[in-house]
């Protein structure tokens, strides 16, 4: 697969933009258990050009993330064009439009998976950020906005025809938001659409190997993209690796394995913010997903989510490790939700 002139090799995976976890330490233990291309999370188009320091921090790039493509939303395309042009100066390896983030205040503003109510606007700002820029530029979606308008073959045809370098996308509609199945049937047919010469990713409910191989076999396309399956769980890209290449399961890891990994990933969020209590607050999320399935857990998680000094961490991390360090975790039932 290529992005560009950008070589990815044979069905490369792809940890999905999201926002308030592909930060640099996250996109860092992600690379380093095998993920092959990254994004930043994705940032406003609007606030981009007004140089919101919040904004710059999340494109701050580093050469271990490579490839990796600063993500950008926006629903005015002169603010998009703009946007792309000040993206492209912090030298990714290419330039993502977010047509389908679902969440309610980027929706409402026409952005995001809003965009699919206009695929008029949705190709005429594609083609001005692909004129503005000369990096490559991808773009990732949903079906569409519902079941009665499930657009996602005009999309690509579409965004082919204007240029796209490959498409990413997710199984759901956007009125599903991440409730029900990804349809990866559908991402089938777009890949299999004679008329498409793109990259064609696929997105959506890969929680494992085994899950990652039913799709890919599915669907056919050239690249997997793993988001909230990754959450909690960086190293599956190394699992679904070895399972694609060797139809071997890895074994899953110990606990003390995992808290020894959480702690990496600690330490380095730790570092990169130079605070260790916004470093702790920023893990919660990743807190929440760490160690599913242990029985009897409860309270050391919520003691996790509610730790906020470094040393109290620590010393629940050291009670899990004593009290669970020898059992593996089970990964088979994990929900993404």
Not at 145 to 163: K, M, P, T
């Amino acid at each position: 697969m290529k992005i560009g002139s950008i070589e990815l090799g044979e069905t490369p995976l792809f940890l999905s933009p999201m926002e308030d976890v592909t930060y640099k330490p996250f996109r860092h233990i992600c690379k380093q258990h095998g993920a092959d291309v990254m994004y930043t999370e994705f940032v406003s188009s609007e606030a981009l050009i007004r140089e919101v320091d919040k904004t710059k921090q999340k494109m701050q790039l580093f050469e271990a993330d490579r490839p990796i493509a600063i993500q950008v939303y926006g629903s005015n395309i002169d603010s998009m064009v703009r946007a792309a042009i000040a993206a492209e100066e912090f030298q990714p390896d290419f330039i993502d439009i977010n047509y389908g983030c679902p969440m309610k205040k980027i929706v409402n503003k026409g952005a995001g998976s809003g965009m699919l109510q206009d695929l008029d606007k949705m190709q005429r700002m594609t083609a001005e950020i692909i004129k503005a820029v000369s990096l490559p530029v991808t773009a990732k979606t949903r079906l569409g906005w519902d079941e009665d308008s499930l657009v996602i073959q005009e999309v690509a045809e579409r965004l082919q025809d204007v240029g796209i370098a490959a498409l990413a996308i997710h199984g759901r509609t956007r009125k599903q938001l991440y409730t029900g199945e990804a349809d990866w049937s559908r991402i089938a047919e777009v890949k299999n659409n004679p008329r498409i010469r793109i990259p064609i990713i696929g997105n959506g409910d890969i929680n494992g190997p085994e899950k990652a191989l039913a799709c890919l076999k599915q669907s056919g396309v050239d690249g997997l993209m793993i988001g909230r399956g990754s959450i909690g769980r960086p190293w599956i890209f190394t699992e679904i690796k070895h399972y694609l290449k060797t139809g071997e399961l890895l074994p899953p890891p110990t606990v003390a394995e995992v808290v020894h990994r959480l702690l990496e990933q600690l330490q380095q969020s730790i570092d990169w913010k130079a605070n260790e209590r916004s470093a702790i607050l920023m893990m919660r999320r990743h807190f929440a997903k760490y160690f599913p399935g242990v029985p009897d857990f409860r309270m050391h998680r919520i003691k996790l989510l509610q730790a906020i000094e470094l040393h109290d961490v620590q010393q629940i991390l050291d009670e899990i490790i004593e009290h669970y360090g020898h059992l593996r975790v089970d990964y088979t039932n994990v929900s993404l939700k």
